[in-house]
């Protein structure tokens, strides 16, 4: 039997600290029956206002390593003069943080002492929330592969909404448009760009706007700070409309939104303030276009 696919909207920011990620907590908290996925695994930062507890604890592989053995290896230096890195040192003994796993080394032994091993780059999660399962990453330090363990995520939160029944995927994703981003979006049929007025907010977006005409992502935009240059919130807009992206919602500056952050809660659960209202409202927007 085919499973219907489950709905998923992904929440993008052309760089950031734009308010990403409290636009999709808020969205996490507000929404019903659904998956929640932090797609941000090189800095996360979603865990601190939804406080997940794990109950899944899984390694992330990223790209292998190289392992010289030295009960075979005749120190021939081949695979020192291979080595484009700099990770093999004269005693013939790798150093991890500076392979890059190109199996160089390997390629060029002639006794076959060069292996390749697994390596963690990282770890995923699978925790509760009191807002519904979340599934969440974290590489390591220095490590890459980021687009690997974004799909690795967006996977299991597909699988735990199909599994229990859930309607929804609410996904914070990356700031930029890199390879993250890119795995982020690729096949998620919804996204919300969150950016404020400024000229470099209309630089990234435009970037943001092209991969989802690439990619055949139907777009939403939320300019947050709005009052804070109304003229430039205008011309984002217009410029949205232009590349098909269709203008959501504006959120005005507010304390209110840092108050809510320092005591670890979204925003739409704190004091009431125009920032909570203009939240809510785009919520409810989003969720018509939606059909949910």
């Known amino acids: ?10 929440v993008l920011s052309g760089k950031g600290g734009t308010g990403k990620t409290t636009i999709a907590g808020s969205f996490a908290a ?6 929640i996925a932090d797609l941000d695994v090189d800095a996360p930062d979603l865990h601190i206002i939804l406080k997940p507890h794990v109950i899944s604890e899984k390694e992330f592989y990223g790209m292998e390593r190289a392992r010289i053995d030295l009960d075979v290896c005749t120190q021939c230096g081949l695979c020192i003069e291979a080595c484009r890195f700099d990770a093999i040192s004269e005693d013939f003994v790798v150093d ?5 796993g190109c199996r160089a080394c390997k390629y060029v032994c002639p006794v076959e002492a060069v292996q ?3 390596h963690v780059a990282g770890k995923w999660f699978i925790s509760e929330t009191r807002y519904g399962p979340m599934v969440h990453g974290q590489l390591g330090i220095a490590e890459e592969n980021s687009g690997k363990l974004v799909t690795v995520i967006r996977n299991q939160a597909k ?3 199909q599994k229990g029944g859930y309607g929804l995927i609410i996904s914070d994703g990356p700031p930029g448009i890199g390879c993250p981003v890119t795995s982020s979006i690729t096949g998620a049929p919804f996204s919300v760009v969150v950016t404020e007025p400024t000229q470099s ?3 990234d977006i435009d970037r943001l706007f092209d991969l989802f005409v690439h990619f055949s992502v139907t777009g939403f935009l939320v300019v947050n700070k709005y009052d804070l240059n109304v003229e430039m919130t205008e011309e984002i807009e217009k410029f949205a409309i232009s590349k098909g992206v269709t203008p ?3 959120i005005p500056f507010d304390e209110k939104v840092v108050e809510a952050l320092v005591n670890g809660l979204p925003v739409v659960e704190y ?3 125009p920032a909570r209202e203009a939240i809510i409202e785009i919520w409810e927007r989003v969720a018509s276009k939606m059909g949910i």
Request: net charge negative; charged share 20%; glycine share 8%.
């Open 1 to 10: 039997m085919i499973r219907q696919a489950v709905p998923e909207i992904v």
């Open 30 to 35: 507000l929404a019903q029956n659904k998956v």
């Open 96 to 100: 991890e943080n500076f392979c890059e």
């Open 116 to 118: 390749m091993l697994p």
């Open 159 to 161: 699988f735990t909404a």
């Open 201 to 203: 907010g209309l630089h």
């Open 248 to 250: 959501i919602g504006r």
């Open 271 to 273: 004091e009431d303030g």
